[in-house]
């Protein structure tokens, strides 16, 4: 029950004490962790999650969720559920929204995305991203489309971007890169490591380009956003994570694939391209 129920790892318990190398390689084990739901998931959402997490550490992410306590009939003082901070670019500038989250039962668990180490605060962000997207009028889009075995809202750069904005309150981009980021500007662009940045694929792949896929050795799913977590210069190599998390698919949760290759598969980009931010 305890390590069903943590809302944090164990890893986060020595935060304090570590260093610059240690904060950052908890951050990493703490976006990687990161695992969509299957029932209905927002793949922009946690792809952008996946890059800010990595990027910002521990230290931000505690700072976003905060308990709420109750009182019980004896007068003491209980946990109720937790808060989640979000921005909303309805307004200018930005205003900061708390959505409230009761402390998730088994069922949604199960609904909702969460932590491959079994740790709460996943679903319970992925929780309050849905309800602070109601309360503010965001309605969810109602297109889904069955990814493998995950039912979730098929990717747009609209999406992605609005992910970005809630979750970072900054302001960022989006491209269509079948008409934009032509020539060397898209390998310009995803040469910014401290970018939180977030891709989505064609609504379909058609016989060429599964073929394609299959010569590569990648399972790629069509409408679905992906996290960009690096791009190497030299070699003309993007980095990309996969929501799932998924370690059976072919080429593994992440993988590496050739800007050619990223093109072919890939139409959408979004990112929060003005930020730079210290290190975790």
Not at 229 to 246: A, C, F, Q, S, W
């Amino acid at each position: 029950p305890a390590l069903a129920t943590r809302l944090y790892p164990p890893s986060t318990g020595n935060f304090q004490n570590l260093n610059a190398q240690g904060r950052a390689d908890l951050a990493l084990e703490m976006a990687t962790s990161i695992r969509q739901g299957q029932l209905y998931g927002d793949c922009a959402f946690i792809s952008a999650m996946i890059n800010k997490v990595r990027l910002s550490g521990f230290a931000w992410l505690n700072s976003q969720i905060q308990p709420n306590y109750l009182q019980d009939a004896n007068g003491r003082r209980v946990l109720a559920g937790y808060r989640v901070r979000f921005w909303n670019f309805g307004e200018f500038p930005a205003a900061e929204v708390w959505a409230n989250v009761l402390i998730p039962n088994p069922a949604m668990r199960a609904m909702h995305g969460g932590t491959n180490n079994n740790s709460l605060w996943f679903t319970i962000y992925e929780i309050a991203y849905l309800q602070y997207r109601l309360n503010t009028g965001q309605v969810p889009p109602l297109a889904t489309n069955f990814t493998g075995n995950y039912l979730q809202a098929a990717v747009a750069g609209e999406i992605a971007l609005s992910a970005i904005h809630n979750i970072q309150g900054l302001i960022g981009d989006h491209w269509n890169l079948d008409s934009q980021l032509q020539g060397g500007s898209l390998a310009m662009e995803l040469n910014k490591p401290t970018a939180i940045m977030t891709a989505g694929t064609r609504s379909s792949f058609n016989l060429q380009m599964r073929n394609r896929l299959g010569e590569l050795g990648l399972t790629l799913y069509p409408g679905h956003g992906y996290a960009v977590v690096g791009y190497n210069d030299m070699t003309g190599v993007v980095t990309l994570r996969n929501p799932h998390n998924n370690g059976s698919y072919l080429g593994g949760a992440q993988f590496t694939i050739s800007l050619n290759d990223f093109r072919i598969f890939y139409n959408q980009l979004a990112s929060d391209r003005y930020a730079e931010r210290p290190a975790p």
